[in-house]
């Protein structure tokens, strides 16, 4: 199993470009989340979904915008790019509603210039 | 006000240098607590889970505990390879809650050899 999958790895964009991070879980996990990390900031919930077709905002939701339409995939979307959105994100997944650990991928680090 | 704080942000130990590090919390039901590993560079690992106080979990050099209040992750005889930023979540379960874990910010180990 390769778990829980990120596209791409990295990436450098330009103020005011689009772009859409991949996260593939093939575990059948119910729930999915996407996640910035910033230094001194901790991970901070972007969106998550708890099943296919189901999205919902996080903690700091503004100029994202998320999808689910198949369960094993959750894409991101940076509509227009900001400096501000320049950190790493991290796309998680777990079973389901309960206590259940999250498993996570390997990050996206995204610079916006 | 953090519903997760850890403490300290940064500890350095010498290898052998047992210690803990602090997740306090402060939600109202709790339905669990988990501690995750992250290498420089890659998304967090799974460690434990805890669901109630007075609950203990091991693995090799690690013992996280459970309080009301707090958990402690125990380092005995750390080694360099322990180095790694150790991170707390905590799951509310108070009714309504939305389940999704709340991150405290980390603490960052560094065992010197």
């Known amino acids: 199993n390769a778990g829980v999958t990120q596209t791409p790895k990295f990436r450098v964009l330009k103020t005011g470009q689009s772009m859409t991070l991949l996260c593939a879980q093939d575990?059948?996990?119910?729930?999915m989340y996407w996640y910035r990390q910033d230094p001194g900031m901790g991970l901070r919930l972007i969106h998550y979904?708890?099943?296919?077709?189901?999205?919902a905002k996080g903690e700091v939701p503004d100029g994202y915008n998320v999808s689910r339409l198949k369960k094993q995939n959750f894409l991101l979307g940076l509509e227009s790019a900001a400096p501000s959105q320049t950190s790493v994100y991290f796309c998680?997944?777990?079973?389901?509603?309960?206590?259940?650990?999250?498993?996570f991928g390997p990050g996206t680090r995204l610079t916006v210039t | 006000e953090d519903q997760v704080t850890q403490s300290p942000e940064a500890l350095r130990l010498q290898e052998g240098e047992s210690s803990s590090l602090n997740c306090s919390y402060t939600?109202?039901?709790?339905?669990?607590l988990f501690w995750y590993r992250q290498d420089p560079g890659k998304g967090p690992e799974f460690l434990f889970t805890?669901?109630?106080a007075g609950e203990e979990k091991e693995k090799e050099r690690l013992k996280a505990t459970l309080t009301k209040k707090e958990s402690f992750l125990h380092i005995t005889a750390p080694k360099p390879e322990d180095s790694a930023t150790y991170l707390c979540?905590?799951?509310?379960?108070?009714?309504?809650?939305?389940?999704?874990?709340?991150f405290g910010r980390g603490t960052s180990l560094i065992v010197h050899p």
């Open positions: 998680a997944s777990s079973y389901m509603v309960g206590a259940y650990e999250q498993y």
């Open positions: 575990m059948n996990h119910e729930y």
């Open positions: 979904s708890v099943g296919e077709g189901t999205t």
């Open positions: 939600v109202s039901g709790l339905r669990g």
């Open positions: 805890l669901y109630s």
């Open positions: 979540a905590v799951q509310e379960g108070a009714s309504g809650g939305s389940y999704i874990p709340t």
